[in-house]
C-alpha cells in the first residue's frame, strides 16, 4: 500500500482502539452474526460445482481438497480458504455456497456467493461465471428469505451486524493476459470502470443494510506462475499484469476510504494481500515455507501452466509431496498454509507494527461492532 495511505491507516488505529474501550459490554449479550461473501476463486467454496461451465473455473476434481477436506469441494486449494478460517473464528459453521441445494437452514449463518473466474465486470469471463451483479441478485434472495424466517426488523439488524467479505479484481485484470485480448481502452481507464462497478455493488449492500466490510486487495498478478510463464522475454513478472494491479490497489484503497468518510456507518477493513504475500514470496522460509515461486500442482516452468488435476486443456501434472510447503497451489491460487496465515492477519492484525497489513479495522473487530 502506499505510503500515504499506510499512514493514514496507522491514525486510524487510534480511533479504532477508542472505539474497541467505548463499545465492549455493549453487545455482549447480543451477539448474532453472519458473514456474507463474494468475489472469486480466493473464496469460492463450490457455487461453480452448480453452474454450466468449464473445468476452468471448476475445481470438484482431485487433488484439489486433499490436504483438509479429503475429497474435492470446489475450492480452488488444498484445502480450507481465507473464508472458512475466518468463520471458524467467528465461531460460525462452514459458510455455504448459495448454489449448493438443500441447505436454507445453514444459510442464517450467511452465503458464499463467490465465483471463480468471476470479476467487477459483467464481461470477465462472460458466461462461464457467476459476475458480482449476479451474485448481488443472489444475495438479494437470500435478504427475502431472512424476512420470512426471522421478521423485518430482527432480519435487518442481522444483516447490518453481518460482516461483508469481498475479493474481486483479479480477474478483470488478469483474463486480457490469459485469453491473449489486448486491452482496448488505456489501463487507467480500465481500472476506472472497475472500480466504479464495484463502487456501485457496495452502495446496493448498502442500501440493502450492510455496514462493515472486508476486503483483500488485488496481489501482484504479474508474478503468478500461470502469467510469469507468459512473459516470453525474460523471467521476470508479467510487467503489465502488475501495473494493473498495482493501479487497482491505490484505487481500491483510496475508494473505501472515502467511502468511510462520506457513507455513515460504512466499516471497513482492508487486508494487503499484495504486500503478505510479496513478503512470502521473497522470504518464504520465514513464514515456514520451503517454496515461494513453484507452484505445488501444474507442468511447466514455475508449474505455471494451469494443468492440476488432468482435467482441463493441459492433461499432464506434477504434484508436490507436501503442500504445506508452497506458497502457490496451482499457477493462480494459494495452498491452505497460505491462506491460513492471511486469515489470521485479517482477523487478528493492526496490534503490531510489523503486521501492518490489514485496517483500520481487523475483522474480529469488525464482527464486535454491535
Ligand atoms: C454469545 O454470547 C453468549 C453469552 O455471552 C456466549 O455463551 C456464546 O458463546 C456467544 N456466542 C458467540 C457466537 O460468540
Ligand atoms: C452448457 O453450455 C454449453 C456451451 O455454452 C451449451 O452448449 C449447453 O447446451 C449448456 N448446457 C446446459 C444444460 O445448459
Ligand atoms: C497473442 O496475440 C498476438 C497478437 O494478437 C500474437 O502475436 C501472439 O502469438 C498471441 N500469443 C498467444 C500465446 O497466442
Ligand atoms: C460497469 O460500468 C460500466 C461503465 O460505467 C457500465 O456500463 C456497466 O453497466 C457497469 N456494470 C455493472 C455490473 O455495474
Ligand atoms: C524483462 O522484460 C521486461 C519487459 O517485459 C523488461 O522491462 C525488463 O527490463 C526485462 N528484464 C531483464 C532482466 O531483461
Ligand atoms: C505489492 O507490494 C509491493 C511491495 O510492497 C509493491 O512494490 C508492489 O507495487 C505492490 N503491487 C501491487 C499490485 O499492489
Known sequence: MEEITRRTISSYFFFFLFLAGKTTGKFSHDNVTALFIF???????????????????QANFPPYGQTFFGSPTGRFSDGRLISDFIAEYANLPLIPPFLEPRNSQKKLYGVNFASAGAGALVETFQGSVISLRTQLDHYKKVEKLWRRNFGKEESKKRISRAVYLISIGTNDYSSHFLTNQSLSISMSQHVDIVIGNLTTFLHEIYKIGGRKFGFLNVPDLGCFPALRILNSKNDSCLRDASRLAKMHNKALSNLLFKMHRQVKGFKFSLFDMNKSLRLRMQHPSKFGFKEGEEACCGIGKWRGVFSCGG?????????????????????????????????????????????????????NKLFQIP
Open 39 to 57: 468475489g472469486d476463486s480466493f473464496l469460492d467454496a463450490g457455487n461453480n460445482n452448480y453452474i454450466n461451465t468449464t473445468t476452468l473455473d
Open 311 to 363: 482435467k482441463r486443456i493441459v492433461k499432464k501434472y506434477k504434484l508436490c509431496e507436501n503442500p504445506n510447503d508452497y506458497i502457490f497451489w496451482d499457477s493462480l491460487h494459494l495452498t491452505q498454509n497460505t491462506y491460513n496465515q492471511f486469515a489470521k492477519l485479517i482477523w487478528n492484525g493492526g496490534h503490531l507494527s510489523d503486521s501492518l497489513v490489514v485496517g483500520p479495522y481487523n475483522v
